[in-house]
């Protein structure tokens, strides 16, 4: 059982930047792909960004945030983050964290909380 606790969350000026982080516990971190959704309100869920474990830890985005958002992991922290600039009104929403044994698939493992990100135009 993985357990995975995000924060960093809060409210931002648009324009402005916010690091999220998911933090685990349980499981071996290593070997999980990890990403992030996203669910703004009235919504469904909504992909953000993943990334994998091995094939050099190689990343996905979604159009809305390629170019913007950064997902890393730090395997020793048992750690992924989400470095997210020029943030707009529309990237209002609650995030979640998202892990997966083994490959990045459609259906995922483990779910985090999820930490309130607002931006204000």
């Known amino acids: 059982q993985m357990l995975l606790a995000e924060s960093g969350g809060g409210l931002v000026q648009s324009g402005g930047s916010l690091n999220l982080s998911c933090v685990t516990s349980?499981?071996?971190?290593?070997?999980?792909?990890m990403g992030w959704y996203r669910q703004a309100p009235g919504k469904g869920r909504e992909y953000v960004a993943h990334i994998t474990w091995q094939d050099g830890r190689s990343t996905q985005y979604s159009d809305a945030v390629k170019g913007r958002f950064t997902i890393t992991r730090d395997n020793a922290k048992k750690a992924v983050y989400l470095q997210m600039n020029n943030l707009k009104p529309e990237d209002t929403a609650m995030y979640y964290c998202?892990?997966?044994?083994?490959?990045?698939?459609?259906?995922?493992?483990?779910w985090g909380q999820g930490t309130q990100v607002t931006v204000s135009a």
């Open positions: 998202a892990a997966d044994r083994g490959s990045w698939s459609g259906e995922h493992d483990y």
């Open positions: 349980g499981g071996t971190f290593e070997f999980y792909a």
